[in-house]
């Protein structure tokens, strides 16, 4: 027995060691290759983080030292002041909290009202599905200024102009025909026994969809609010056309508002401090949750 | 013909029967209800109406008036309305490719295995996920003549760099530039659609001794540009919609260097109130969008290649 072991793995260890000769020159060949990758990628991610270090160091200055020169990247007397100077030029206090109220709304909108439509469209059959499915794709491709005009007309209409509600109620309506396709797709891809077992023990289709479906596609489900934070924490040109009272702005008016009203291009060390903490939300939220917002990204764009 | 190409295609089933399949029926179309009220309250009747007021005059103050085919006659002799269709267009054309070729190069630098890619891949992914007015006033900051970091850099090599946001003849190219930025974006799915190559294709390729430029065009390159057509339409639809640069940084100048079409649209709405002409001009680019992707999808059989297709063959 302990012979035939030891033979066994002589054997292996010759066969081993030819192998690792071979291996070696394509192991140096390879890491040799490596190091060049390294040495293109290192310089590049470097340029690719410039532009945020760049913001945080000016963010930093007083405002002879963002003009000094050669320029320093960790100033002699670090300000964090400006931050507080930034955010009491204007109510930001109230911008913060009125974005969020219209992301998070928006947000539980659009997950509830897409996971449905999603829902219909993987796991029911109806008729007429497939032509609505090809029309919820190609309004993908809809510039949304077609209908930008006659949706700002409907709301002036309706007296919704000046609130929240332009930014919030679409999106109860199946607004974002990505997440739809993005859910849809994932919906598809659990087993339809899972129904069907459900269905058998009494359960409904509402049930299916609430007690089934949605907890299995916690990844989708996260990935989606994730994007429907960042798009609606990001948006510009809706608050831009529908909110005028100051007291009602969000952060993007805020800043184009601080931007236009102090000197467009003087006070960089505050407009800086102010645009960083604008983006920290969504560069918290990226870090988090960068797993499914990859996730996310890869199985819509393959998948499509 | 079309109705059998979709049946195949998976795309229609035969109609439910019976009283449970009635059921389901029903509870499809509840379930996708949110979206079919939302697509023809915020979709389809819009765009009705759009059409229709391509024909009217109206300030929102004065009621709608009927003028023909006025809109359409502005159109014709609107120089500016031209000139934003170039820029927007002339941004598309370089800007599209550029971010193709950078986030395919990073894409495959990306799948080779070396240590620290997720630590790359975070990188490299970060800026496309900001964007609106801060990223906006931050490259504002950095394109600056004197004080940017760009031309800081560029003063460090002894040239003595343009101002990027003042000058007619810089200021498209300087938001070129800056849309590479958010590359990581496309380079995600690169990756992804790298990764879904068999290895084996590769492993037979070296056992008939093609070098790795060759293993590029005829194994990666082919098996990709399924994704390279799916980003290049999204690319084209993305950038002709190019706004809040151009609001925010540059204001559409110099001399409407930066005039992008959206930003004409949205200055004859809200500044001029000229909403009937806005919204033919909202329809003049919808048709160019359409235009451009179908010019794509045709041209798609001489490049795109699909696996499934090619077995058939």
Known sequence: MVSQEQTISSQQTAAAVGRRRISLRRRLRESGLALMIHLILIPMAVLFLLPLAWMLSTSLKDASGVFAFPPQWIPDLIRWENYGLAMSVLPFGRFFMNTSIITFTAMFGQLLSCSLVAFAFARLRWSGRHVLFIIVLSTMMLPNQVTLIPTFLLFR????????????????????????????????????????????????TFGIYWRII??????????????????????????????????????????????????????????????????????????????????????SGVKG | ?????????????????????????????????????????????????????????????????????????RLGTDASALHALKV??????????????????????????????????????????????????????????????LNLGLSFLGIEGPGWLTDPDWALWALILMSLWGVGDSMVIYLAGLQGIPTELYEAAEVDGANIIRRFFNITLPLLTPVLFFQLIIGIIRSLQVFVQAFIMTDGGPADATLFYVLYLYRNAFLYFRMGYAS??????????????????????????????????
């Open chain 1, 157 to 204: 209409q309706l007296g919704w102009l000046d609130t929240f509600l332009p930014m919030i109620v679409p999106a109860f309506f199946g607004g974002g025909p990505f997440l739809i396709f993005l859910m849809r797709q994932f919906f598809m891809t659990l087993p339809t026994e899972l129904d069907d077992a459900a269905r058998i023990d009494g359960c409904n």
């Open chain 1, 214 to 299: 949605l907890p299995l596609a916690k990844p989708v489900m996260i990935a989606a609010a994730i994007f429907s934070f960042e798009s609606h924490w990001n948006d510009f040109f809706r608050p831009l056309i529908y909110l005028q009272s100051r007291e009602k702005f969000t952060l993007s008016l805020g800043l184009h508002a601080f931007n236009s009203d102090y000197g467009r291009g003087t006070d960089w060390h505050l407009l800086m401090a102010a645009s960083l903490v604008v983006m920290l939300p969504v560069i918290l939220v990226f870090f988090i949750a960068q797993r499914y917002f990859i996730q996310g990204v890869v199985f």
């Open chain 2, 1 to 73: 013909m079309i109705s059998d190409a979709l049946r195949r295609a998976g795309f229609m089933g035969t109609r439910p029967r019976g009283r449970l399949a009635r059921r389901e029926n029903l509870e499809g179309w509840l379930f996708a209800s949110p979206w079919i009220l939302g697509f023809l309250i915020f979709t389809l009747g819009p765009m009705v109406a759009s059409a229709a007021l391509s024909f009217a005059q109206w300030d929102i103050v004065t009621p709608p008036k009927w003028i023909g085919f006025d809109n359409f006659e």
């Open chain 2, 88 to 149: 927007t267009t002339v941004y598309a054309v370089v800007s599209v490719p550029l971010q193709i070729v950078l986030g395919v190069i990073l894409a495959l630098l990306l799948n080779a295995k070396i240590s620290g890619l997720r630590i790359y891949r975070t990188i490299y992914y970060l800026p496309a996920v900001l964007s609106g007015v801060a990223v906006a006033l931050l490259w504002r900051w950095i394109f600056s003549k004197e004080f940017g970091l």
């Open chain 2, 280 to 313: 033919l001009l909202a329809w003049v680019l919808f048709v160019y969008v359409l235009l451009l992707t179908l010019l794509v999808f045709r041209s798609a059989r001489f490049w795109v290649y699909y696996e499934s297709e090619a077995r058939s063959r």
